[in-house]
């Protein structure tokens, strides 16, 4: 077993006794849920604050998050948002690595998170001491590493890219002749290297969540709705992809969604994505790909078990705590910096 699997293990572990113990502790009512909300909306202006959601998060989040000025979007647009908003605080609700991009983007600004405990198996499962002799190891290569990674990884890398911009950065490179390291999820960067032809090295990563789609549920799910689309989001195994009609990010998927002819859609994500999904294609049917099956062993059930930390009685107080701030070393951040604007350039002249 590897540094990085050992970790991953224990915080599955450590992530399964937070939300069980919450689960066991908070049942939200409706009274406390506008109690909340109202106590959050009035903190976000005392302190001249803004939300920036991911579409992963709650349906509750993603609401507030709108209403009250803020965003709700895949990690691309999360860092544009948060580079770009005059507020001088960010409550990123997220992930770990999410808050340190915003961080990075805006030294100046205070960013604060519900809970610094919301990691990411993608993230977790790529600590930079074992990273760094996986480079050290290939010297020739470029290294591209996935949005979803710690700062300090973002720091060794040449090049930072989401899964709207993967295929991009990956054909520009193979049209360069520069052969290079992905990381750290293995099924997006075997999905761009058959798209794209690209000389690639995989780091051995995956997401825990869309690792458990499986492909004969999928096709179990097609008999129930043949005339379905199936959206899959690349960070899923191969033979899951290859059932897909439509593949792409969250964002484009969404996109897809809106566009499409069909009525009826089978979405291989998290399921958290379907708030947004209804709202952009509210006339549609949405239905979860199945996480069940031979080898399952994923308790989320499609969602994310580090983006649920996420709920409105820690957002009601992140304003309020001194344990949730956000902070990168100036080194390191530095460092980080350089690929983050080089994602968000290259992904602002695709654009054009």
């Not at 998170?113 to 993230?123: G, N, Q």
């Not at 994505?273 to 509210?282: G, H, M, S, T």
Request: hydrophobic share 40%; proline share 4%; glycine share 4%.
């Amino acid at each position: 077993m590897t540094i990085a699997q050992e970790k991953l293990n224990q915080i599955r572990e450590q992530v399964k006794s937070y939300l069980d113990h919450r689960s066991a502790s908070r049942a939200l009512t409706a009274a406390r849920q506008e109690v909340l909300e109202a106590r959050i909306r009035r903190k976000l202006k005392e302190h001249d604050a803004v939300i920036v959601a991911h579409y992963y998060t709650s349906p509750e989040i993603q609401a507030l998050a709108e209403s009250t000025g803020g965003c709700v979007s895949d990690s691309l647009e999360m860092a544009r948002f948060g580079r770009d908003h005059l507020a001088r605080t960010l409550v990123v609700a997220g992930v770990r690595f999410m808050g340190e991009t915003a961080k990075i983007l805006t030294p100046g600004k205070r960013v604060l998170m519900p809970t610094l405990e919301a990691t990411c198996s993608l993230d977790d499962g790529c600590p930079i001491e074992e990273f760094n002799r996986f480079c050290d190891a290939h010297p020739e290569r470029e290294v591209v590493v996935y949005a979803n990674t710690s700062a300090a990884v973002k720091a060794r890398a040449d090049w930072v890219v989401t899964s709207s911009i993967a295929l991009d950065v990956a054909e520009y490179l193979a049209e360069h002749d520069k052969p290079f390291i992905w990381a750290p999820d293995k099924h997006l960067g075997e999905y761009v290297r058959r798209q794209t032809g690209a000389d690639i090295l995989l780091w051995d990563g995956a997401c825990v969540v869309h690792e458990e789609f499986k492909a004969m549920g999928v096709r179990n799910l097609k008999h129930v709705y043949p005339e379905a689309a199936v959206l899959v989001h690349p960070e899923s195994p191969q033979d899951v992809i290859e059932l897909a009609d439509y593949i792409g990010s969250t964002t484009q998927i969404i996109n897809a969604a809106q566009k499409l002819p069909n009525m009826t859609f089978i979405v291989a994500t998290d399921q958290g994505i379907f708030y947004k999904l209804q709202q952009a294609a509210p006339e549609k049917k949405f239905v979860i790909a199945p996480t069940a099956g031979h080898g399952a062993t994923c308790r989320s059930c499609a969602n994310c078990p580090w983006m649920a930390m996420n709920d409105l009685e820690s957002l009601a107080t992140v304003l309020d705590r001194d344990d949730n701030e956000i902070l990168v070393a100036e080194s390191v951040s530095k460092r980080a910096l350089r690929p983050l604007n080089r994602m968000l350039s290259f992904a602002a002249e695709i654009r054009t």
